[in-house]
């Protein structure tokens, strides 16, 4: 499978604890986003990568986020101090250029994320 | 399964009609636009995208047609099968001063369901 790949699929985590996910792009894809979707809403822009350089953090991003990509390949997300509000999906794309001029994200299937 | 379908607008149809699902943005920056389907529990799946400088694209049983001066997508599903049930977003990806970054913003989404 060449696509996008996020883990785990399901997190489920007390309040309070740390919980970090994971995302390896589409090889060839030198852009790597985080998005977040709350049930019945569109997904959220949260940051985005070029490499291993971080170039935007969204305001929804608080302090207890931290976004990586250490060797401009798969990143990690983490949460530190969970809270209910937290629960969500958590999707990653990475992006090309389009034979069209625009720049495409392909998403993967997203990490489920439940803060009881 | 997840419903991320909740409380999203609903278009109905019958197997083998065709459907249209209409999507409003609001950026007039905008340049760049994707059709996304969304199936229960999974990430959003490419299917079409157009750049601001055409009105009309087609691909495989889908059409995009964008019309900037009322700021208006619409995807048209021909022949419309039971495997097309799932939500379905657009997305504009604005052009900013730093180029074209791939960040998206999504609609609200439209749930289609389709009757065998």
């Known amino acids: 499978d060449t696509g996008v790949s996020q883990d785990p699929r399901h997190k489920i985590t007390k309040r309070g604890q740390n919980v970090t996910f994971r995302c390896d792009p589409i090889?060839?894809?030198?852009?790597l986003y985080w998005y977040r979707q709350t049930l019945g809403q569109g997904p959220e822009f949260l940051t985005y990568?070029?490499?291993?350089?971080?170039?935007?953090k969204s305001r929804l991003l608080s302090d207890r986020f931290s976004a990586e990509r250490p060797k401009g390949s798969f990143s990690t997300l983490e949460i530190q101090r969970t809270e209910q509000g937290d629960s969500a999906m958590y999707l990653c794309?990475?992006?090309?250029?389009?034979?069209?001029?625009?720049?495409?994200?392909?998403f993967g299937q997203g990490t489920r994320l439940t803060v009881v | 399964g997840e419903n991320v379908g909740l409380h999203l607008p609903t278009l109905s149809v019958q197997e083998g009609d065709n459907s249209i699902i209409n999507c409003a943005y609001s950026?007039?920056?905008?340049?760049?636009f994707i059709w996304y389907k969304q199936e229960s529990g999974k990430g959003p799946q490419f299917i079409i995208d157009?750049?601001?400088?055409?009105d009309k694209r087609q691909g495989q049983r889908v059409t995009v047609l964008l019309n900037k001066t009322v700021k208006h997508l619409s995807l048209q599903i021909a022949a419309t099968q039971p495997g097309d049930s799932a939500v379905y977003f657009c997305?504009?990806?604005?052009?900013?001063?730093?180029?074209?970054?791939?960040?998206?913003?999504f609609g609200q989404g439209t749930t289609l369901q389709v009757k065998p």
């Open positions: 794309a990475s992006s090309r250029m389009a034979p069209s001029g625009g720049r495409t994200a392909f």
């Open positions: 090889s060839e894809h030198n852009r």
């Open positions: 990568f070029q490499n291993e350089a971080q170039l935007e």
């Open positions: 950026n007039s920056a905008s340049d760049y």
């Open positions: 157009i750049r601001s400088n055409m």
């Open positions: 997305a504009e990806n604005i052009h900013e001063g730093s180029g074209n970054t791939g960040k998206l913003i």
